[in-house]
């Protein structure tokens, strides 16, 4: 079988969003329950998640949705060389030492870079080189796999591989490949049977981001009620009361809801937080209707086929990137086997092959309607 080329996936200079699957080889048990030694992996989901983060705050992509399976990993992954071009040499040279440390021969611990140290990654052919692997795709699923797979290993007393050769890769190439390959992504446990709804599926973005709103929301009652109390008794501290302090749990997690008034979406802005690449969406809707676009898909996905009438307000999302209720279950449902290498519309696809020099890309199946 030919390997697959990642030079005409994509390219670490140009910006463009990719789907990212990382399976385990074999009978290796990623997470959940291994019904044969009866072991339970869960806690390795947390490893998984927290080093997305670490990631996260490290690298110059964008993660837009991730989903921590029992044997594999689905991650949309946004890479953004223009974030990263604006990074001093000693930036790019801290956040490569995060990544990748020197560590002492004993203890293993990290050492602390010296001023030498960091001026060798401060090179001009060392910092390019650097700053490239920095939006590569490659590198940050590297930085993934191999902790991971280490962790595992130890844990399981063994030596070996624990993962594929390679993880697998889609170039998304339009705002509907995107749409429809987050929702796939974002309902893999409702399809699996491990949960009934998409809020209710732990490990996956849309789990996080729907908790992070609740407590948002919690929060910003707390501070009404405290700013109120405040004016009542004619405190001389109310006016400071009424800022709120809670920090959101999926603040790593690029926003969903593309608002074209931000800086952040008229230049390459990196993310005020720190915790993420840019503050940029990747949606054209708010996340409360892509929620309700989740939920009504994954309840059609469950009923065996028997196809729900899609709701007034869902219908002009699906009308916008050309699709229809039915259409839009299955391509979500089957979404994996109908793309291979590169996941959009028939123009889309025509457009992608140009660039890269292909006489066109092969599908598994229907292709999206134009």
Known sequence: MARQNRRDIFDPNEVGAFHAVQRTVRRAWLCGMDPVSGNSFEHRRTWIQNRLQELAASFGIDCLSFAVMV???????????????????????QRWWQLFPLRKTKDKTAAVPTESELKLFMSPARSKQLRSRLSDISWWMRALAEPIARRSNFEDKCTGRFWEGRFKCQKLADETAILACSAYVDLNPVRAGVAEVPEESQYTSVYERVQAEK??????????????????????VAAGVGQATYVRGDDWLTPVTVDERSAAYRGAMPSKTGKRASDKGFLGMSFDLYLKLLDWTGRQIRRDNKKGRIPSDLAPILERVGLSGELWCDLVKRFGKIFKRVAGTPESLAQEAILRGQSGYRTGGSPLPA
């Not at 910003?220 to 004016?231: D, E, I, N």
Request: aromatic share 2%; proline share 4%.
């Open 71 to 93: 044997n594999h990993v689905h991650i949309i992954l946004r890479n953004r060389p223009d974030v990263v071009a604006g990074w001093s040499d000693e930036e790019v040279a």
């Open 215 to 236: 407590a948002s929301r919690k929060d910003k009652a707390r501070v009404k009620v405290r700013k109120r109390q405040a004016s009542r008794s004619r405190s001389p």
